[in-house]
């Protein structure tokens, strides 16, 4: 109770001060509740807007690919380096201590693997992101795949109802058919979908022409590192996105398939947070390695 004694009125008022207005350092989120806000800001850095994502999701479709046989030795001496970690529940729950209080975008869809046709996928239950913690989930979408292309994008607005409910961002992942052209294009067709049906963040790839399609997203765009690339070139990758529009590097293989994963990551985040060049970003790398 407060303490009657020493009960002081107020007397500073700010009087012929104008309140001041609050801006939101996240592209498309400044109407969203106090929660929203609340999760998103601990994904995107509030004083540089953007973010560094450790994407490890892979084994959902892939299983133990190269880099990823070993969760617990090869992911986690690099999650102190990410502003977020992308990963499944089960290796969440199995080998993330919570200890390291790091904010986790759940993989929230799945169905089917690399043996069979991909995109056939379902959402999870939300209660499941609630009692995890997550502060966001990604559910993918299969633009231009004409067996699933409704069925994910159902399974966007689906999610993106559940998270309004609950105060929880999602992240809209675009999919690449084999029959997909890697263009601005199609990106940016993919990328506005997402936004048009409530992502509060695009994940998709970069291409000729980036700026078009994150100048066209009223949301953050994340890049995926997508296959593994030669240092230097991710680092250009990261340099390029960064400079064109992007919000977020969302690297995986790129990271942890590096001869130096550790050194990989804050040479990356040095070229997201800090406008390192990607030569300078580069040799960052060697002196950490």
């Given amino acids: 109770m407060a303490d009657l004694d020493d009960l002081r009125e107020g007397c500073d008022f700010g009087l012929g001060v104008a309140a001041g207005e609050q801006s939101f350092h996240i592209k498309g989120a400044a109407h969203l509740p106090w929660g929203m806000k609340d999760r998103l800001s601990r994904i995107f850095n ?3 807007g953007k973010t560094v994502m450790l994407a490890f999701d892979h ?7 190269s880099g990823l046989e070993r969760i617990d030795l090869n992911i986690l001496p690099l999650v102190q380096y990410a502003d977020c970690l992308m990963c499944t529940r089960g290796i969440l729950q199995a080998d993330i201590p919570p200890t390291v209080n790091k904010p986790i975008c759940l993989r929230s869809d799945a169905g089917t693997s690399i ?3 991909l995109n056939d996928n379902v959402i999870i239950d939300i209660e499941d992101a609630i009692r995890l913690n997550v502060s966001a989930m990604a559910v993918m979408l299969a633009i231009g795949d004409a067996g699933y292309e409704a069925k ?3 399974n966007l607005y689906k999610a993106v109802d559940l998270g309004s409910r609950y105060g929880i961002p999602v992240m809209g992942v675009t999919a690449v058919g084999k029959d997909m052209a890697r263009d601005a294009r199609y990106f940016g067709l993919a990328s506005r979908i997402c936004a048009e049906n409530g992502a509060n ?3 998709t790839y970069y291409c000729d022409g980036f700026e078009k399609v994150a100048a066209a997203c009223p949301v ?12 230097k070139e991710a ?4 340099y390029n996105a960064i400079n064109e529009g992007a919000a977020d590097v969302d690297m995986g293989r790129n990271v942890f398939q590096s001869e130096a994963s550790a050194a990989m990551i804050q040479a990356i985040h040095a070229v997201v947070h800090k406008g390192l060049t990607p030569e300078q970003g580069y040799e960052l790398f060697q002196d950490l390695k």
Wanted: charged content about 15%.
């Fill in 46 to 48: 509030p004083q540089t």
């Fill in 59 to 65: 084994g959902f479709i892939m299983g133990p690919t």
């Fill in 115 to 117: 043996l069979t046709e």
């Fill in 152 to 154: 994910t994008i159902a």
């Fill in 201 to 203: 963040i695009v994940k």
């Fill in 220 to 231: 953050p765009v994340v890049i995926a590192g997508g296959k593994k690339l030669p240092e």
């Fill in 235 to 238: 680092l250009q990758l990261c």
